[in-house]
């Protein structure tokens, strides 16, 4: 199994943080290391990463620096990328491992929300796969790519929303960038939240705004650094 540098930024997710963190440490051979990028400095995040042994960084509130700086850092060979909300299950090391051995040089997760599902799950995760497939995953998939490939491609751009874009297209065009079908399970509170319809709406707005050329950081201090699944 090639070994496999965990990268998660975070920001004032503490209590998601450590779960996280314990769901990595639960894993059979579990990563060579975790690192951490807290854009928060906080003394909580801290904390929690010294009782999992995780490298604690700190960084500017910014999603793309923040794994920019982790990657940096890491020294395995596959590079590993996680949000602090996430929830895998516990093959999905051997889930990645297989895709490399396979000749990928990088991949992503399928889509899931975690638990509490309601119906409008069952309509909006077949439509992300859709996307996924002939657009860009997004970070909350659990982005996995080979080191040497991730600074090939540049790395994540240094924004707060869509800075998997760049890195993916890129990886795509040095080799193959692989759908699992192992799920990753997403937090599904900010739907609940903001409402199933109106935050997707919100969120395809962010996209076509995107594509039409508005730069990042403009989109999140017009709607707030917010996920864009």
Known sequence: M?????????????DKLAYLLY?????????????VVDGAVSERCREICKQYSAHWLT??????EQLRAGAALAKAEVLWFLHADARFSKDSLGAMTSALEQGAVGGYFRFRFDVPRTWPALILEPAI??????????????IFVLREIYKK????????????????RQVRRLGSFQS???????????????????RTWKNRQLALNFACGV?????????????HS
């Open 129 to 142: 796969a859709l996307r996924c497939r002939y657009g860009v995953p997004y970070g909350d998939q659990g």
């Open 2 to 14: 090639p070994s496999f540098s965990v990268i998660i930024p975070c920001y004032r997710d503490e």
């Open 215 to 227: 730069a990042p950081n403009e989109l999140a201090s017009r709607y707030g650094s917010d996920s």
């Open 180 to 198: 699992l079908r192992e799920p990753i399970f997403v937090d599904p509170c900010r739907w609940q939240q903001d409402g199933w319809w109106r």
């Open 153 to 168: 491609a540049g790395g994540h751009g240094p924004w707060p929303l869509f800075e998997e874009v760049p890195l993916v």
């Open 23 to 35: 769901q990595l440490h639960q894993l059979p051979n579990g990563p060579e290391e975790i690192i």
């Open 59 to 64: 960084s500017e509130p910014c999603r793309g």
